[in-house]
T-cell receptor, first 116, second 113 residues
Framework: KAGVTQTPRYLIKTRGQQVTLSCSPI?????VSWYQQTPGQGLQFLFE???????NKGNFPGRFSGRQFSNSRSEMNVSTLELGDSALYLC???????????????FGPGTRLTVL | AQSVAQPEDQVNVAEGNPLTVKCTYS??????LFWYVQYPNRGLQFLLK????DNLVKGSYGFEAEFNKSQTSFHLKKPSALVSDSALYFC???????????WGAGTKLIIKP
C-alpha cells in the first residue's frame, strides 16, 4: 500500500495570507490526525477526523481548521498567517477498528510551512 | 489528565553500547503506549507499541521497550547502538477510553562512532 502523502511538501507564505494543506491517508484508513511540529514546542495536536467528523481538537486558535472528505482525504487550512505558524505540519492516518482501538498512526513526510 | 514525560532532551551513547531512552506516563485507565522515531527531515515512523500482555515489547530495528506498571514507565532500549540509530524519539500514550494520543517532547539520541 502507498503511504500517507502530503502536498505540498514546502510552502512559503507571507503574513496575513491563508494556506491549505492536503493529506491522503493510507487506503482503508478512516482516521486522520494533524500535528504541528516546531523546535520549541515539539509535537502539538491540531485535530483528528474520523469518517468526515472532527472528533478531537487541540488547543489552537480558530484560524486553524480542517475537514475530511468521503474518501478520507483531509485538508487543513490556516487563515491570516502569523510568523509563529512557521512549522512542519504532519498528517497521520490510522486504521481504527470501529473508530476506536489502539492502532498506531502512520505519518506522512509533512509540509514545511514558512511564513515571512 | 493524561501526560507523558521524556526527562532527557538528549542522550549520548557510544556505538556498540546499550541505549535507553526514558518515558514515564500518567493516564486514568489502562495505557496504550507507543514509541516513534523521526529521522532528520522526515515524518515519524512507528517503532513499537504496548497494549496488553508481555511487558517486554519488541519492535523495528532491534528496539524493544519494557512496560512497568508500578513505575508508570515505558523505556525504550536497544542492546547495541548503531550510528544510524541517531534520531529524535517520541513516546506517546493514550488510555483505553480516549482515542487522542498524548506525546512526549522527544529525546534526541546521538550515537557516536
Amino acid at each position: 500500500k502507498a503511504g500517507v502523502t502530503q502536498t505540498p511538501r514546502y510552502l512559503i507564505k507571507t503574513r496575513g495570507q491563508q494556506v491549505t494543506l492536503s493529506c491522503s491517508p493510507i487506503s482503508g484508513h478512516r482516521s486522520v490526525s494533524w500535528y504541528q511540529q516546531t523546535p520549541g514546542q515539539g509535537l502539538q495536536f491540531l485535530f483528528e477526523y474520523f469518517s468526515e467528523t472532527q472528533r478531537n481538537k487541540g488547543n489552537f486558535p480558530g484560524r486553524f481548521s480542517g475537514r475530511q472528505f468521503s474518501n478520507s482525504r483531509s485538508e487543513m487550512n490556516v487563515s491570516t498567517l502569523e510568523l509563529g505558524d512557521s512549522a512542519l505540519y504532519l498528517c497521520a492516518s490510522s486504521n481504527l477498528q470501529n473508530g476506536q482501538g489502539p492502532n498506531e498512526q502512520f505519518f506522512g513526510p509533512g509540509t514545511r510551512l514558512t511564513v515571512l | 489528565a493524561q501526560s507523558v514525560a521524556q526527562p532527557e532532551d538528549q542522550v549520548n551513547v557510544a556505538e556498540g553500547n546499550p541505549l535507553t531512552v526514558k518515558c514515564t506516563y500518567s493516564v486514568s485507565g489502562n495505557p496504550y503506549l507507543f514509541w516513534y522515531v523521526q529521522y532528520p527531515n522526515r515524518g515519524l515512523q512507528f517503532l513499537l507499541k504496548y497494549i496488553t500482555g508481555d511487558n517486554l515489547v519488541k519492535g523495528s530495528y532491534g528496539f524493544e521497550a519494557e512496560f512497568n506498571k508500578s513505575q508508570t514507565s515505558f523505556h525504550l532500549k536497544k542492546p547495541s547502538a548503531l550510528v544510524s540509530d541517531s534520531a529524535l524519539y517520541f513516546c506517546a500514550v493514550r488510555d483505553s477510553a480516549n482515542y487522542q494520543l498524548i506525546w512526549g517532547a522527544g529525546t534526541k539520541l546521538i550515537i557516536k562512532p
